[in-house]
């Protein structure tokens, strides 16, 4: 089994990687989850749903299942885009 959709292409899932690494690095964005990060948009901080989030965005994928205000991991999880996926 995967973490990575059957959809995907090679370029999305490498894409996708580049910016976890980019983003997750200690010297990169703070991570943050208070109410004035909020903004699933911003990128000057990031909490772990978000980060995944704006990374699947950035290829055209959305993984948020609920389209609230912050991307929890079971908003993720529980998306129908994801059932077969083995976490």
């Given at each position: 089994?995967?973490?990575?959709?059957?959809?995907?292409?090679?370029?999305?899932k490498?894409?996708?990687?580049?910016?976890?690494?980019?983003?997750?690095?200690?010297?990169?964005?703070?991570?943050?989850?208070?109410?004035?990060?909020?903004?699933?948009y911003?990128?000057?901080?990031?909490?772990?749903?978000?980060?995944?989030?704006?990374?699947?965005?950035?290829?055209?994928?959305?993984?948020?299942?609920?389209?609230?205000?912050?991307?929890?991991?079971?908003?993720?999880?529980?998306?129908?885009?994801?059932?077969?996926?083995?976490?």
């Amino acid at each position: 089994s995967s973490f990575w959709l059957s959809s995907l292409t090679a370029a999305q899932k490498s894409d996708i990687a580049a910016i976890h690494l980019q983003e997750s690095q200690p010297i990169s964005k703070p991570y943050k989850l208070t109410l004035s990060t909020v903004s699933r948009y911003s990128t000057a901080h990031y909490y772990a749903g978000k980060l995944q989030w704006q990374a699947y965005m950035n290829v055209g994928v959305n993984i948020d299942g609920n389209g609230g205000s912050f991307v929890f991991g079971d908003d993720i999880i529980l998306n129908p885009i994801f059932s077969g996926v083995k976490f």
